[in-house]
Nanobody, 123 residues
């Protein structure tokens, strides 16, 4: 499975950005899609995930109420709508796919990764 993320860029605090990720290859082997982020000098952290069947979503507390993850199985895409951005959201965002029925929040449970897209939020 190959993942291609896009949509990062520069936004002001309080603004919005939308990230997209397109999957190709054996996408039928994946059960969950997720977004992670990694800020400079910090570890990669979970942001949100969504199940491919049913569309159940789960968010990190730090983004709950501000970010929305959505998926379109017909197009093999997953998106992350980010609103009310904060400077603390500045990071490289990675799209990930898991073959596990329950993926959880650990990066190790996601087998496939995109190259990442940079999000910078200025004050």
């Amino acid at each position: 499975v190959q993942l291609q993320a896009s949509g990062g860029g520069l936004a002001q605090a309080g603004g919005s950005l939308r990230l997209s990720c397109t999957a190709s290859g054996r996408t039928s082997s994946t059960h969950n899609m997720g977004w992670f982020r990694q800020a400079p000098g910090k570890e990669r952290e979970f942001v949100a995930r969504i199940s491919r069947s049913g569309g159940t979503a789960y968010y990190a507390d730090s983004v709950k109420g501000r970010f929305i993850i959505s998926g379109d199985n017909s197009k093999n895409t997953v998106s992350l709508e980010m609103d009310s951005l904060e400077t603390e959201d500045t990071a490289r965002y990675y799209c990930a796919a898991s073959t596990l029925l329950y993926a959880g929040v650990l990066a190790s449970r996601y087998r496939y990764w995109g190259q990442g897209t940079l999000v910078t939020v200025s004050s």
